[in-house]
């Protein structure tokens, strides 16, 4: 027996086909091309495993320890940490991360985006994205494996069922046994934990946009408004039904980065494939034993701890979202059987092939790498131009000027000026021309966030005009930050 076939150099992973290729979503696979995994003839005589996923109905995910496993555990967990303790960080006296939609914020550890500003947070989302795409052309769906809130959520409800009913053949068993005292004990407990996952899931999302600290008080001493606490149990059912009973099948048929997926790919992702050419013809054996089947021995374990219920084995499905979980099952059967590990693993169609190109010579690997790039520097730029204070200036309709008993000409303007910043400014108001003169007090101060309309006047002696229109500007300085200056345009009008 030849437990270590592993060239591939004769193999097209592109053209070869594969007659096992799973279709429970025909009109979606119509849209989307995938890869198919590389078959030899012992492959294509290959049987299915009869036991599959959709046999057993729900999909009861077993629990795996391995190198993916440990990685995806760390993310996932820091992922819902930072989600959960985030909104508690303060900065500068005020909750470091927060959209106050009533009074129209966004606050992000001390910097202040109004409306006006979100731009910014238009570049932040496109910047993510090619972040996204190019992580992709990389590592595939790493981002669904590790890092998706999705998967993060119910990894951490199948988590809590396991410690509740038991690992996945106990699951199984309850689910088709009586209902007992015992069943309902432990379903009773399982939604209990859940429902209290999901609340404190949607407090969290909730305190994003609410002020944290009162925010958990007041929802847990039933003190919270009526619209704070409905979006509160909004969230809380939607984490509950997803994360405990849509699991997969919002990976499936609500999220559309599954679907286009396979235009980031190109022959260097990395995606996890079972190598068939070296593991048909599959089949059971004992361990040692002689044989002529290749090493795949086809003890299901991949697809016991799918999180989608894919048989990998099939070739690349879009049910896939790269977890590595079969990955680490089939490394720790190789392992028990002594056979070479890395029978189902991260690796691309160039190395299938046997090709070592480099992953920089990709043109959609460099596209999205420069597009990131470019984004970010363009948050940069925007970020650094972005001013704490906001200037608007408007001219008197009534009157075009007044002329006084002195013969002296009056403009009046409302200044519009607002206080960007969460902390109370002081600020000092001047004008560019010196023959002009402000009448009232040229020094303000105003709270954070707060937009002073301020009623200035203008005056100049009659003489001292030049034209019927002159340019001027206004600028607003803050006292203690002089650096921090806006300007703005306006006119004096006089007499011909
Ligand atoms: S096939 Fe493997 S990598 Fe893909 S979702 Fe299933 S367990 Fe995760
Ligand atoms: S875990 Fe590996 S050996 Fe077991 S069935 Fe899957 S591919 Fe075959």
Redesign the pocket.
Known sequence: MSNNKTSHNNIDPVTASSTQAVNRHPATEQRIEFRELPISPAHQSAKLSKKTPLALGQIHIREQKGRFQRIRTATNSLLVILFFLLPFISYQGNQAILFNLSEQQFIFFGTTLWPQDFTVLAWVFIAAAFLLFFTTVFWGRVWC?YLCPQTAWTFMYVWIETRLEGNQNKRIALDKAPWTRQKIVKRVAKHIAWGLTALLTGCAFIAYFVPARELYSDIFSLEASFWVTTWVWFFAICTYLNAGWMREQMCLHCCPYSRFQSVMFDANTKT?TYDANRGESRGARKRKQETELGDCVDCHL?VD????G?D?RNGLQYE????????DACNQTMEKFGYQKNLISYVSENSLKGKSQPIFTSLKFIGYGLSALIMLVVIGVDMANKSDIQLNVLRDRQNLYRETAQSQIENSYTLKIRNKTQQTRQYRLSIDKPQLMLVGNAELVIKPGEQLDYPVTLKTDIDQLMSTRTAIIFSVTDINQTDSRVSQQSNFFGPL
């Open positions: 494996g996890v991949c701890v799918c999180p989608t894919i990998i896939c979202i790269n977890c590595g979980a079969c990955v």
